[in-house]
């Protein structure tokens, strides 16, 4: 038997973003964000309200990154999610975080954070509070990379978040092969 409980933004997993911009005096600001994920091949859509440091900075620099949280960086990740950059300018450095910035939008790459979409604005509706970015590049660092060059998520260890404990949990381990296993079927 199943049970009801209404509408709810209850999905697993939701991944935990953080979300970097600098402001207009050029200081790097963050954001956690947890309602987002691809759209379209080259493109994030994340929900985030206008009231945000962060969006008023991806609207006036129409660029941003998007940093996988990791387990190692789970206080500093949750940090920027409960300081707002509206009330505390620096919550970069009280989060421990180093900035380096992105060749290729205006905005900062989270140095502690290994892996990184960097985006363009697309489009921002105030009303929805759906961003719509243009994913021009991912960046990740050597130390996340497997043998053959690509990202390790073991090496990695992205968190998830869960809306319905307010938790944060690492991913699990393989338990299969994407478009392989269900070969078996046909």
Request: proline share 6%.
């Amino acid at each position: 038997m199943r049970k009801n409980f209404g509408a709810k933004p209850w999905t697993y997993p939701q991944p935990v973003f953080i979300l970097a911009t600098y402001g207009e005096d050029g200081t790097p600001d963050a954001m956690n964000a947890a309602w987002g994920g691809i759209s379209e091949a080259n493109q994030l859509t994340m929900c985030i309200s206008a009231g945000h440091k962060t969006t008023a900075n991806i609207l006036a620099r129409r660029a941003f990154t998007v940093s996988m949280a990791t387990a190692d960086q789970v206080v500093a990740c949750d940090y920027v999610g409960m300081a707002s950059g509206n009330n505390v300018p620096d919550k970069l450095s009280k989060a421990g975080f180093h900035t380096t910035r992105s060749d290729l939008v205006d905005a900062p790459l989270i140095d502690e954070l290994p892996m990184a979409l960097e985006c363009r604005l697309i489009s921002y509706d105030p009303e929805s509070c759906r961003l719509v970015g243009e994913i021009v590049n991912v960046s990740a660092d050597e130390s996340v990379l497997d043998a053959g060059g690509k990202i390790d998520p073991d090496k990695l260890q992205p968190i998830t978040f869960d809306p319905i404990h307010n938790a944060y949990r690492k991913l699990g381990e393989k338990v299969g092969n994407a478009f392989s296993d269900g070969a078996a079927l046909k």
